[in-house]
């Protein structure tokens, strides 16, 4: 580790690693790391599917810029997708149908002799849905590892039991100071924190721009019949679950969304047994056991949308977070366009900045 970087990259989950990677020629970097291995929270707890209606309309374009890099990597499993909906929810589910078709997703409306094909053993309430085929399991651990694996061959100096303890604004930068007391010189501080990101900015003296963690709950169960390898992922309309097999056991989730600090975040009771009881409302499989829960963070601004770009009031602080549950899909592109905005200030490419931009928040 060097006495000054033009760059210092707080969090080495997939935002940091990915847009380290990306910059890594372009100027001398450091990633800072809390935990003992990068992508401890929220990036290692990850259920990660790239679908093109997740995070919605104002994420699209960042979800479809994505699916190149992925599918190069060899990254993405065939999954499909299917937003189910009960009697009298079809008018909802009409809609979001007609909403993604109109953003150019591929969504069929199925009754339900077509949601019964892809989802045996469902229960009669459930009467119709949006089916998306071009929905993808993706290796999250592997693309992670390849950022990783990019940033250092790059010369991206990643630093694990390294918090941000202090940051002080100097005439050059920053004077930052880690947890174990050594000292560091910074050009431009990036927050890639996730969870923490708001914590962060509070502790360069920067304007936070509330966001906010959410604990999300997964169950892992061994169900019979056994889910089938060809399960769409499920999902409800009205967000109370979604589901998915994963080799051979069911990952299972309420689709929760509880504000919580930024943390090492465990699953509530409550949550896994709120998530078992809606899933037996929707098939009649028979749950043997409960192998396994975890939660994760993820972290929304009020908006919903991601946070990329400098801080209005200080040009040495640069915004990489507020990516929600999407951040994984969208990781290639995020960090193509943070770059730019990093490395030149325009974001010049083909998506757009200014809908992510933290200005948007003065």
């Known amino acids: 580790m060097n006495a000054r970087y033009d760059i210092v990259v707080v969090g080495a989950g997939m935002a940091g690693a990915s847009l380290a990677a990306a910059i890594g020629t372009h100027a001398s970097v450091l990633v800072i790391e809390t935990e003992e291995r990068p992508g401890y929270h929220t990036t290692g707890r990850s259920a990660a599917f790239w679908c093109e209606s997740y995070g919605g309309p104002d994420v699209l374009s960042l979800t479809l810029a994505s699916r190149p890099a992925l599918e190069t990597l060899g ?54 849905g949006a089916f998306e085929p071009s929905c993808c399991d ?38 930052l100071t880690l947890a174990d007391g050594q000292r560091i010189a910074a050009a431009i501080l990036v927050n890639a924190a996730g969870a923490w990101a708001d914590p962060v900015a509070r502790l360069a003296g920067v304007q936070t721009l509330g ?25 409800d309309i009205s967000g109370a679950f979604y589901f998915k097999p994963e080799q051979g056991r069911l990952w299972l989730s309420p689709h929760d969304e509880t504000p919580s600090p930024p943390c090492d975040v465990a699953p509530e009771e409550l949550d896994v047994a709120l998530a ?6 929707v098939v009649d499989w028979r749950i043997d056991r409960l192998e396994h829960r975890w939660a994760g963070l993820r972290s929304f601004a009020s908006d919903r949308l991601p946070v990329y770009g400098f801080a209005p009031e200080d040009r040495a602080f640069f915004w990489f977070a507020g990516q929600g549950g999407f951040g994984i899909q969208t990781a290639p592109a995020a960090a193509e366009l943070g770059a730019r905005l990093l490395l030149d200030g325009t974001g010049d490419g083909a998506i757009d900045p200014a809908p992510y931009s933290p200005a948007r928040f003065f």
Not at 100 to 117: D, K, P, W
Not at 213 to 234: E, F
Not at 276 to 281: G, K
Request: glycine content about 8%; some cysteine.
């Open 75 to 128: 990254l993405l499993t065939p999954r499909r997708a299917l937003t189910l909906g009960r009697k009298g929810e079809e008018a909802r589910v009409e809609a979001f149908a007609r909403k993604y078709s109109a953003a150019g997703v591929e969504v069929e409306m199925l009754g339900r002799a077509g949601i019964e094909s892809h989802v045996p053993g469902l229960r009669e309430d459930w009467v119709c």
């Open 138 to 175: 993706i290796d999250v651990a592997s693309l992670h590892q390849h950022y990783l694996k990019l940033a250092r061959k790059a010369g991206v100096d990643i630093a694990c039991r390294a918090g941000l303890a202090a940051a002080e604004r100097t005439d050059s930068g920053w004077m």
């Open 211 to 235: 966001i906010t963690p959410y604990r999300r709950t997964i169950a892992q169960l061994a169900v019979s019949p056994a889910a089938p390898d060809d399960l769409p992922l499920v999902l």
């Open 276 to 281: 078992i009881d809606r899933f037996e409302q």
